[in-house]
Protein backbone atom coordinates (compact mmCIF):
# COMPACT_ATOMS: atom_id res chain seq x y z
CA UNK A 1 0.00 0.00 0.00
CA UNK A 2 0.69 3.78 -0.46
CA UNK A 3 2.92 4.34 2.93
CA UNK A 4 5.79 7.45 4.27
CA UNK A 5 8.16 5.26 6.61
CA UNK A 6 11.27 5.74 8.64
CA UNK A 7 14.28 3.92 9.21
CA UNK A 8 15.33 4.46 12.32
CA UNK A 9 12.79 5.20 15.51
CA UNK A 10 15.64 6.69 17.62
CA UNK A 11 18.54 8.77 16.97
CA UNK A 12 20.88 10.63 19.36
CA UNK A 13 23.73 13.08 19.16
CA UNK A 14 25.88 15.23 20.83
CA UNK A 15 24.70 19.20 20.75
CA UNK A 16 27.14 20.69 17.67
CA UNK A 17 27.16 17.30 15.81
CA UNK A 18 24.97 17.29 12.27
CA UNK A 19 22.02 15.19 12.33
CA UNK A 20 20.21 13.31 9.44
CA UNK A 21 17.03 11.92 9.93
CA UNK A 22 16.01 9.24 7.01
CA UNK A 23 12.32 8.44 5.59
CA UNK A 24 11.21 5.87 2.96
CA UNK A 25 8.36 6.25 0.88
CA UNK A 26 6.46 3.99 -1.43
CA UNK A 27 4.18 6.26 -3.66
CA UNK A 28 5.48 7.82 -6.46
CA UNK A 29 2.78 9.73 -7.46
CA UNK A 30 3.42 12.19 -4.44
CA UNK A 31 4.21 15.75 -5.12
CA UNK A 32 5.60 17.31 -2.14
CA UNK A 33 7.57 15.61 1.11
CA UNK A 34 7.29 17.73 4.03
CA UNK A 35 9.58 17.58 7.96
CA UNK A 36 7.66 18.04 10.63
CA UNK A 37 8.58 18.63 14.21
CA UNK A 38 6.86 17.53 17.20
CA UNK A 39 8.20 18.63 20.69
CA UNK A 40 6.47 16.85 23.84
CA UNK A 41 2.67 18.14 24.27
CA UNK A 42 2.59 19.78 21.41
CA UNK A 43 1.14 19.55 17.93
CA UNK A 44 3.45 19.35 15.09
CA UNK A 45 5.18 22.12 13.53
CA UNK A 46 6.17 22.65 10.08
CA UNK A 47 10.33 22.58 9.08
CA UNK A 48 10.29 22.68 5.44
CA UNK A 49 8.68 21.24 2.37
CA UNK A 50 10.59 19.83 -1.30
CA UNK A 51 8.66 19.31 -4.26
CA UNK A 52 8.80 16.05 -6.07
CA UNK A 53 10.56 17.97 -9.26
CA UNK A 54 13.77 19.12 -6.79
CA UNK A 55 16.58 17.31 -5.57
CA UNK A 56 17.73 19.23 -2.37
CA UNK A 57 16.21 22.53 -0.82
CA UNK A 58 18.01 24.36 2.49
CA UNK A 59 16.44 26.34 5.01
CA UNK A 60 18.08 27.91 8.47
CA UNK A 61 20.13 25.33 9.52
CA UNK A 62 17.84 22.27 7.97
CA UNK A 63 18.47 20.82 4.32
CA UNK A 64 15.94 18.23 2.56
CA UNK A 65 17.87 15.78 0.11
CA UNK A 66 15.10 13.81 -2.11
CA UNK A 67 16.48 10.51 -4.28
CA UNK A 68 13.87 9.61 -6.44
CA UNK A 69 15.61 6.67 -7.59
CA UNK A 70 15.60 4.74 -4.27
CA UNK A 71 12.97 7.04 -2.97
CA UNK A 72 14.58 8.41 0.36
CA UNK A 73 13.88 11.77 1.44
CA UNK A 74 16.51 12.72 4.41
CA UNK A 75 16.53 16.10 6.96
CA UNK A 76 19.65 17.55 7.84
CA UNK A 77 20.11 19.63 11.00
CA UNK A 78 23.16 21.10 10.74
CA UNK A 79 24.74 21.98 14.47
CA UNK A 80 22.24 19.89 16.14
CA UNK A 81 21.23 21.94 19.53
CA UNK A 82 19.28 20.61 22.30
CA UNK A 83 15.76 22.62 21.33
CA UNK A 84 15.78 20.27 18.23
CA UNK A 85 15.25 17.37 20.35
CA UNK A 86 11.88 16.43 19.30
CA UNK A 87 9.95 13.80 17.16
CA UNK A 88 10.50 14.20 13.53
CA UNK A 89 8.31 12.95 10.70
CA UNK A 90 7.95 13.43 7.02
CA UNK A 91 5.08 13.70 5.21
CA UNK A 92 3.44 13.19 1.57
CA UNK A 93 0.99 15.07 -0.37
CA UNK A 94 0.10 15.16 -3.50
CA UNK A 95 -2.00 17.41 -5.77
CA UNK A 96 -5.22 14.97 -6.09
CA UNK A 97 -5.45 15.00 -2.49
CA UNK A 98 -4.29 18.53 -1.62
CA UNK A 99 -4.47 19.14 2.03
CA UNK A 100 -4.04 15.51 3.19
CA UNK A 101 -0.92 14.93 4.20
CA UNK A 102 0.02 11.25 5.11
CA UNK A 103 2.43 11.12 7.78
CA UNK A 104 5.10 8.51 8.65
CA UNK A 105 5.79 7.20 12.24
CA UNK A 106 8.53 9.47 13.50
CA UNK A 107 12.14 9.26 14.33
CA UNK A 108 12.82 10.06 17.87
CA UNK A 109 15.75 12.78 17.96
CA UNK A 110 17.52 13.47 21.24
CA UNK A 111 20.48 15.92 21.81
CA UNK A 112 22.87 15.50 24.36
CA UNK A 113 24.74 18.67 25.90
CA UNK B 1 -0.33 36.06 16.67
CA UNK B 2 -1.95 33.37 18.85
CA UNK B 3 -1.93 29.98 17.38
CA UNK B 4 -4.63 27.14 17.06
CA UNK B 5 -6.28 26.95 20.13
CA UNK B 6 -7.82 23.52 21.37
CA UNK B 7 -9.61 22.80 24.20
CA UNK B 8 -9.97 20.32 26.71
CA UNK B 9 -6.06 20.05 26.92
CA UNK B 10 -7.33 16.31 28.91
CA UNK B 11 -10.46 14.20 28.68
CA UNK B 12 -10.51 11.49 30.71
CA UNK B 13 -14.26 9.91 30.11
CA UNK B 14 -16.15 5.97 30.80
CA UNK B 15 -16.78 4.18 27.39
CA UNK B 16 -19.93 4.90 25.38
CA UNK B 17 -19.93 8.20 26.67
CA UNK B 18 -20.12 10.95 24.72
CA UNK B 19 -17.14 13.75 24.45
CA UNK B 20 -16.64 16.95 22.54
CA UNK B 21 -13.55 18.81 21.64
CA UNK B 22 -13.24 22.18 20.44
CA UNK B 23 -10.86 24.13 17.92
CA UNK B 24 -10.31 28.35 17.00
CA UNK B 25 -8.40 28.14 14.25
CA UNK B 26 -5.92 30.52 13.48
CA UNK B 27 -7.53 34.01 12.10
CA UNK B 28 -7.82 34.44 8.44
CA UNK B 29 -7.14 30.35 7.86
CA UNK B 30 -9.98 28.86 5.63
CA UNK B 31 -8.57 25.58 5.69
CA UNK B 32 -9.35 23.53 9.03
CA UNK B 33 -8.39 20.00 9.51
CA UNK B 34 -9.27 17.76 12.63
CA UNK B 35 -6.15 14.97 12.95
CA UNK B 36 -5.97 11.99 15.25
CA UNK B 37 -3.01 10.77 16.24
CA UNK B 38 -2.15 7.40 18.15
CA UNK B 39 1.06 6.93 20.45
CA UNK B 40 4.09 6.51 18.69
CA UNK B 41 2.43 7.55 15.71
CA UNK B 42 1.99 10.49 13.04
CA UNK B 43 -1.02 12.00 12.54
CA UNK B 44 -4.19 10.41 10.67
CA UNK B 45 -6.22 12.77 8.92
CA UNK B 46 -9.91 12.41 9.73
CA UNK B 47 -11.77 15.28 8.37
CA UNK B 48 -11.05 18.74 6.32
CA UNK B 49 -12.84 21.93 5.75
CA UNK B 50 -12.97 24.06 3.34
CA UNK B 51 -14.49 27.26 5.22
CA UNK B 52 -17.37 25.78 6.48
CA UNK B 53 -17.91 22.55 3.72
CA UNK B 54 -16.23 19.19 5.02
CA UNK B 55 -14.70 18.67 1.90
CA UNK B 56 -12.84 15.35 2.77
CA UNK B 57 -14.21 13.20 5.60
CA UNK B 58 -13.40 9.98 4.17
CA UNK B 59 -11.27 8.74 6.89
CA UNK B 60 -14.09 10.14 9.49
CA UNK B 61 -15.75 7.26 11.34
CA UNK B 62 -19.11 8.20 10.76
CA UNK B 63 -21.01 5.66 12.94
CA UNK B 64 -19.67 7.55 16.22
CA UNK B 65 -18.00 10.81 15.05
CA UNK B 66 -19.60 14.21 13.91
CA UNK B 67 -17.83 17.08 13.18
CA UNK B 68 -19.29 20.78 12.58
CA UNK B 69 -17.82 23.97 11.56
CA UNK B 70 -20.82 25.86 11.17
CA UNK B 71 -19.85 29.44 10.54
CA UNK B 72 -16.57 28.71 8.86
CA UNK B 73 -14.13 29.26 11.84
CA UNK B 74 -14.57 27.51 14.90
CA UNK B 75 -15.06 23.66 14.24
CA UNK B 76 -16.48 20.92 16.85
CA UNK B 77 -15.47 17.00 17.13
CA UNK B 78 -17.78 14.92 18.60
CA UNK B 79 -17.55 11.49 19.43
CA UNK B 80 -21.01 9.45 20.82
CA UNK B 81 -20.56 7.05 21.97
CA UNK B 82 -17.10 6.43 22.73
CA UNK B 83 -14.77 3.66 22.63
CA UNK B 84 -12.16 1.89 24.26
CA UNK B 85 -9.70 2.20 21.03
CA UNK B 86 -10.19 6.34 20.45
CA UNK B 87 -8.01 6.98 23.37
CA UNK B 88 -5.73 9.14 20.89
CA UNK B 89 -4.08 12.57 21.11
CA UNK B 90 -7.09 15.06 18.85
CA UNK B 91 -5.09 17.94 16.81
CA UNK B 92 -7.14 20.64 14.71
CA UNK B 93 -4.77 22.25 12.19
CA UNK B 94 -5.84 25.28 10.35
CA UNK B 95 -3.69 26.75 6.94
CA UNK B 96 -4.71 29.49 4.00
CA UNK B 97 -5.63 26.69 1.89
CA UNK B 98 -3.78 28.12 -0.58
CA UNK B 99 -3.11 24.99 -3.35
CA UNK B 100 0.65 23.35 -2.62
CA UNK B 101 0.71 24.79 0.12
CA UNK B 102 2.05 21.92 3.11
CA UNK B 103 2.54 24.13 6.08
CA UNK B 104 -0.48 23.34 8.66
CA UNK B 105 -0.47 25.31 11.83
CA UNK B 106 -0.98 22.92 14.36
CA UNK B 107 -2.32 22.69 18.02
CA UNK B 108 -1.36 21.29 21.21
CA UNK B 109 -4.62 18.61 20.61
CA UNK B 110 -6.86 17.12 23.14
CA UNK B 111 -5.38 14.11 25.01
CA UNK B 112 -8.79 11.44 25.19
CA UNK B 113 -8.34 8.80 27.43
CA UNK B 114 -11.55 5.97 27.11
CA UNK B 115 -11.32 3.89 30.11
Known amino acids: GESVGLHLPTLSVQEGDNSIINCAYS??????FIWYKQESGKGPQFIIDIRSNMDKRQGQRVTVLLNKTVKHLSLQIAATQPGDSAVYFCAENRWTSYGKLTFGQGTILTVHP | EAGVVQSPRYKIIEKKQPVAFWCNPI?????LYWYRQNLGQGPELLIRYENEEAVDDSQLPKDRFSAERLKGVDSTLKIQPAELGDSAVYLC?????????????FGPGTRLTVL
Open chain 2, 27 to 31: SGHNT
Open chain 2, 93 to 105: ASSLGDRGKNEQF
Open chain 1, 27 to 32: NSASDY
